[in-house]
């Protein structure tokens, strides 16, 4: 009996072992482009284009940092960038809690119809197809000329994970507690926003981080609303152009520089809220 004992535990063991080299190995090579932009920034741009697979560079250049923050305009394209992110998490909170809300507890003609619509456009990703009739109609609105616009497009598309969430958030949350505040004289929207909405923090947590991030690093949409006005670049747009910069070759040097600065304000972000985070995936996931 010890023995089978000592065989099982001796499994357990190699299996938790198995198990911990494979998360690290995956961790590793998830974190390396990460690295090697951060170590990149601190070398000379002709040791970047002939240093071939080195990793470390020979000598920190600390000026690369300096060179980006001027040259990138840091100061205002960082401003865009928290406006971008801040503005497509509320709007993407709040319209995904009133949409995870409905389909959880009012009943409507067609509800299943359009709810399966929405999960149906989780699998779909049209990408930068309808980039120019979107770009076409911000010009017909007289919206072209603002970060309104990237906002708006970018919190409206993805939006069908997040309800999905939000629904299944809702879903797990007692019936009764809604009965109790029609007794009290609650109205259906008084009940979303006084009884429900507090509820639903974990997950609110999960998509406003999930949202942030999609504006933050959004490239390609914004690239296209701010081409004729650089004041509006976000800094994915910004740091980007760092490139473009160096003497007759591109400067990855500053632009390693630009992206490792661009990067510091997630990284801390979720730093502080990957508690929550975890917490919202967890609660969506399961209680639905």
Same mark, same amino acid.
């Given at each position: ?5 000592? *065989? ?52 920190? @250049? ?19 960038? *928290? ?74 598309t993805g939006q069908a994970t997040y309800i999905f969430l939000c629904r299944g958030f809702v879903n797990s949350i007692p019936k009764e507690l809604d009965e109790a505040a029609k007794i009290d004289g609650c109205t259906f929207f008084q009940i979303y926003y006084r009884i429900l909405f507090p509820l639903l923090k974990p997950i609110l947590a999960t998509i406003a981080l999930l ?8 490239? *390609?949409?914004?690239? @296209? ?13 910004? @740091? ?13 040097? *500053? ?11 997630? @990284? ?21």
């Amino acid at each position: 009996m010890e023995k089978n004992h000592a *065989i099982k535990s001796h499994k357990q063991k190699i299996i938790i072992g198995l198990v911990t080299l494979l998360t690290t190995l995956f961790a590793l090579l998830m974190m390396y482009p990460l690295i090697y932009i951060f170590l990149g920034s601190f070398k000379t741009n002709h040791e970047l284009l002939l240093g071939g697979a080195k990793l470390f560079p020979e000598k920190f @250049v600390t000026t690369n940092y300096v060179q980006a923050w001027s040259e990138a305009n840091f100061s205002v394209y960082t401003k865009n960038s *928290i406006f971008l992110g801040c503005g497509v998490m509320l709007l993407t909170v709040v319209i995904t809690s009133m949409a995870g809300y409905v389909f959880a507890r009012k009943n409507f003609r067609f509800k299943e119809l359009v709810y399966s619509t929405f999960v149906a456009f989780m699998f779909v990703n049209v990408g930068s197809v309808t980039l120019r009739p979107l770009f076409e109609l911000a010009v017909k609105l007289h919206m072209n000329s603002s970060l309104w616009s990237v906002i708006f497009i970018t919190a409206g598309t993805g939006q069908a994970t997040y309800i999905f969430l939000c629904r299944g958030f809702v879903n797990s949350i007692p019936k009764e507690l809604d009965e109790a505040a029609k007794i009290d004289g609650c109205t259906f929207f008084q009940i979303y926003y006084r009884i429900l909405f507090p509820l639903l923090k974990p997950i609110l947590a999960t998509i406003a981080l999930l949202s942030f991030r999609a504006g933050w690093n959004d490239y *390609i949409l914004p690239l @296209v609303f701010t081409m004729s006005n650089d004041k509006m670049r976000p800094l994915t747009v910004g @740091v980007n152009m760092l490139k473009n910069n160096g003497d007759g070759a591109a400067a990855w040097n *500053i632009m390693f520089a630009g992206a490792t600065l661009a990067i510091i304000p997630m @990284v801390v972000i979720y730093c502080f809220f990957s508690k929550y985070f975890m917490k919202g995936m967890t609660s969506g996931a399961v209680k639905g």
